[in-house]
């Protein structure tokens, strides 16, 4: 079992950055793939990014290339994901989930079967 609790959303002008932190429970954190999520009003849940459980390798949406990064410290059993050069189009609720599944290259959402509360990141024009 994971528990996941995401952190560090909030209101931004276009531009800025955020950083997203998310902090899993359990010894297990090691052993899952995380990947960052998001869902804005009306639309589909969409893949942002994804890091495998070394933390060795990375997968992005085409939306966040060049500009987010995600990353995860094993030892404090944290994810993170590093949102600069911030557009209104990134206005979502941000999700946080792992799974034990080797799916950080899939951007599958239903590959993952813990998923954290969500946190809202609002990008002002």
């Known amino acids: 079992q994971v528990q996941l609790v995401e952190s560090g959303g909030g209101l931004v002008q276009a531009g800025g950055s955020l950083r997203l932190s998310c902090a899993a429970s359990?010894?297990?954190?090691?052993?899952?793939?995380m990947g960052w999520f998001r869902q804005a009003p009306g639309k589909e849940r969409e893949f942002v990014a994804a890091?495998?459980?070394?933390?060795?390798?990375?997968n992005y949406a085409d939306s966040a290339k060049g500009r987010f990064t995600i990353s995860r410290n094993n030892a404090n059993n944290t994810v993170y994901l590093q949102m600069n050069s911030l557009k209104p189009e990134d206005t979502a609720v941000y999700y946080c989930?792992?799974?034990?599944?080797?799916?950080?290259?899939?951007?599958?959402?239903?590959?993952?079967?813990?998923w954290g509360q969500g946190t809202q990141v609002t990008v002002s024009s």
């Open positions: 359990g010894r297990t954190f090691r052993t899952n793939d």
């Open positions: 989930a792992a799974t034990q599944r080797r799916a950080y290259n899939t951007g599958n959402g239903n590959e993952y079967n813990y």
């Open positions: 890091i495998s459980r070394s933390g060795s390798s990375t």
